[in-house]
């Protein structure tokens, strides 16, 4: 079992950066695929980013690629999202997710994550 806990969320201005993080616990957390989602008020909810167990291979959004980067880092237990110019468009609640596919995959669909974490709230001003 994984227990995931999100922080660094909060309120910016359109054009900055943001670094949220994920603390994990549990024995597992290296064989995990880890994601991040984010869900706007009245959508769904949607992948952001994923990175595989050893960190090797990141996928990333189309409407994130090139502005936000995953890592992690196994040693600490932790996954990163470096988030910078930010639009207003990018406003959400952001949760990490925990995941156990094939080696190299990071799957997109809510549904393959086992565990998630409460959320963090993201707020890009214009």
């Known amino acids: 079992q994984v227990q995931l806990e999100e922080s660094g969320g909060g309120l910016v201005q359109a054009g900055g950066s943001l670094r949220i993080s994920c603390a994990a616990s549990g024995r597992t957390f290296s064989s995990c695929t880890m994601g991040w989602f984010r869900q706007a008020p009245g959508k769904e909810r949607e992948f952001v980013a994923g990175i595989t167990r050893s960190g090797g291979i990141t996928s990333h959004a189309d409407s994130v690629k090139g502005r936000f980067t995953i890592s992690r880092d196994n040693t600490k237990n932790m996954v990163y999202l470096q988030m910078n110019s930010l639009i207003p468009e990018d406003t959400a609640v952001y949760s990490c997710?925990?995941?156990?596919?094939?080696?190299?995959?990071?799957?997109?669909?809510?549904?393959?994550?086992?565990?998630w974490g409460q959320g963090t709230q993201v707020t890009v001003s214009s």
């Open positions: 997710a925990a995941a156990y596919p094939g080696l190299y995959e990071i799957p997109r669909r809510t549904s393959t994550y086992k565990y």
